[in-house]
């Protein structure tokens, strides 16, 4: 009987720390599109399926970056790798740094 209540107590406070994950009340992008790309292998960047997972990856990067950051990055600008490494230096910035001064390591 102890155990039984331990578990649902385990259980209860599971729920109650999960729903505090996301604070902010916004739903959680699930990014339906990009999964559809899951388990695929591309042997030619130069591929059309390869050029569209980029864009699509590209697309919801870039709007994570705009939500997270309030930072417009044009998607078509920039490979989703790329992106995908702005987001972390954006994460990592030092406060005396500038948004500018990281992007510029980008264009050239």
């Known amino acids: 009987m102890k155990n039984g209540f331990f578990w649902v107590l385990t259980c209860m406070l599971g729920l109650i720390l999960a729903s505090s ?48 950051y309030r930072v417009n990055l044009d998607y078509t600008s920039y490979s989703a790798f790329e992106l995908l490494e702005i987001e972390a230096l954006l994460k990592c910035k030092k406060s005396d740094e500038t948004v500018e001064s990281l992007l510029k390591r980008f264009r050239g």
């Not at 390869?50 to 990067?61: F, I, K, L």
């Open 21 to 68: 994950v996301h604070p902010q009340g916004a739903p959680i992008p699930h990014g339906s599109e990009i999964l559809t790309y899951g388990g695929r292998f591309f042997r030619n960047p130069s591929s059309s399926e390869y050029v569209s997972y980029d864009q699509t990856m590209s697309m919801q990067v870039a709007e994570r970056i705009k939500r997270r």
